[in-house]
C-alpha cells in the first residue's frame, strides 16, 4: 500500500520545508510513504528546497495555472507514480501533518474513498468573523447541492483513494475544494469527513484576497457544479417562475374573460403566453443538458477505464526519481473530457 502527499505550492521557498518536517514517515497499514510537490511556476527556490529535503516526485508547470489545475495535475502524477491513496495538504503548514493518519484511517478500512478534514473553523484565532460565517455558508451551500453532510467543504486537506482519484473532473479555474465535492456527491462516490487541527499561520492566505470576490467566485463555482451534474433539476427550478406567473396572468385573463370584462386585458394574455413559452423553452434545454449530462457520465466512465489502463503502464515503465514535466495544453485537454 503506497500512500502520496502531495503539496500544491506557488513560491513556497520559506515554508515549503516547515510544512514537510511535519508530515508522517510511518502509517500503520502503509508500506510506503512518499512525497510529490506540484510547482505552480515558482520564482522562487522551492525546488531545490524540495529536493534537498527529499522529496521524490516534483510536478513542473511552466508557469503559474492556478490551485484548480495544479490539484488534477498532483492527481495525475501521483497515479502516475503507483499510489494506492493520494493526500492533498498546503505548503503553508496549516493543517497539522500528524492529523495526515486520521483522513487515511477511513480509507484503509474501507469506509470511504474520500476523506476530507474538517477544521475547527470557530476555533481558528487567524480566520476573522466574516470568513468564518462565510465558510459556514458555503459549507452549508455545499452540502445541499451535493447532498452531503461534509461540514468544511473549502478544506483542502484531504484524501483519496486510487479509484476516486481516476474519476474526479475538475472544470472550473478558481478552486477543486466545492467542486470535487459536488461531483464525488452527485456520483454517490463514498466520502465522509473526520476532524483535523491547524497550526498558526504562517503567511496570507492567496486565495482569499476580497471577502466578495471569494463569496462571488464559490458561488459560481457551486452553481456551475449543480448546473453540470444536476442539468434537468437545475433548468426546471429556473423554468418554474416563468411558467407559473404566466399560467397565473393567463388564469387572471380568464376569469376577466368569464365576466364579460376581457377587452382591456389583451396585453395581459400576450404577456402570460410569452412567460409560459419561456418557461417551456427553459425547460427543454434543460432535456438537453440532461442528455448531454448522460453521455458525459459514459464518457467519463471510459475515461476512468482509460486511465486504470494507462497509469499502470505508465508506473511500470517510468523511473520514480523522475520529474514529471506538464503539457499545459494536454491537461486542458484532461480537465475538459
Given amino acids: 500500500m503506497k500512500l502520496i502527499i502531495q503539496i500544491p505550492c506557488y513560491n513556497e521557498a520559506k515554508t515549503l520545508e516547515v510544512a514537510l518536517n511535519h508530515l508522517p514517515k510511518h502509517i500503520d497499514g502503509i ?20 529536493k534537498k529535503w527529499g522529496v521524490q516526485h516534483i510536478v513542473n508547470f511552466k508557469q503559474n495555472q492556478g490551485l484548480a489545475k495544479g490539484f488534477i495535475a498532483g492527481l495525475d502524477g501521483c497515479l502516475r507514480c503507483g499510489a494506492d491513496i493520494i493526500v492533498n495538504t498546503d505548503a503553508d ?18 469506509e470511504a474513498d474520500i476523506v476530507i478534514g474538517a477544521r475547527p473553523i470557530d476555533q481558528t484565532e487567524h480566520f476573522s468573523f466574516i470568513k468564518k460565517k462565510l465558510q459556514h455558508l458555503g459549507s452549508w451551500t455545499v452540502r445541499k447541492a451535493s447532498k452531503s453532510d461534509i461540514p468544511d467543504a473549502p478544506s483542502g486537506f484531504r484524501a483519496f483513494s486510487r479509484d476516486a482519484a481516476m474519476k474526479l473532473n475538475v472544470v472550473n479555474d478558481y478552486t477543486y475544494t466545492l467542486e470535487t465535492i459536488v461531483q464525488a456527491g452527485r456520483e454517490k462516490i463514498p466520502m465522509t469527513s473526520v476532524p483535523i487541527r491547524t497550526n498558526g499561520e504562517l503567511r496570507p492566505s492567496r486565495l482569499f484576497h476580497s471577502i466578495w470576490g471569494y463569496v462571488k467566485k464559490s458561488m459560481l463555482t457551486i452553481i456551475r457544479a449543480f448546473v453540470m451534474y444536476k442539468p434537468l433539476m437545475a433548468f426546471s427550478l429556473i423554468s418554474l417562475p416563468f411558467t407559473l406567473i404566466g399560467l397565473g396572468i393567463g388564469i387572471r385573463f380568464l376569469v376577466y374573460m368569464a365576466n364579460g370584462s376581457s377587452s382591456g386585458h389583451i396585453q395581459s394574455l400576450i404577456l402570460g403566453c410569452t412567460l409560459i413559452i419561456m418557461g417551456f423553452l427553459v425547460f427543454v434545454m434543460g432535456l438537453m443538458a440532461d ?22 503502464r505508465t508506473h511500470m515503465n517510468r523511473n520514480s526519481s523522475d520529474d514529471i514535466e506538464i503539457d499545459e495544453d494536454e491537461l486542458d485537454r484532461e480537465i475538459g473530457a
Avoid: F, M, W
Fill in 93 to 110: 503548514d496549516q493543517y497539522n501533518g500528524e492529523d495526515i493518519e486520521k483522513i487515511v484511517r477511513p480509507i484503509l478500512n474501507g
Fill in 291 to 312: 442528455t448531454i449530462a448522460a453521455n458525459r457520465r459514459i464518457l467519463q466512465d471510459v475515461q476512468y477505464h482509460v486511465k486504470r489502463i494507462e497509469y499502470d
Fill in 31 to 50: 508500506d510506503t510513504i512518499e512525497y510529490l510537490i506540484i510547482n505552480d511556476g515558482s520564482k522562487d527556490n522551492t525546488v531545490e528546497v524540495a
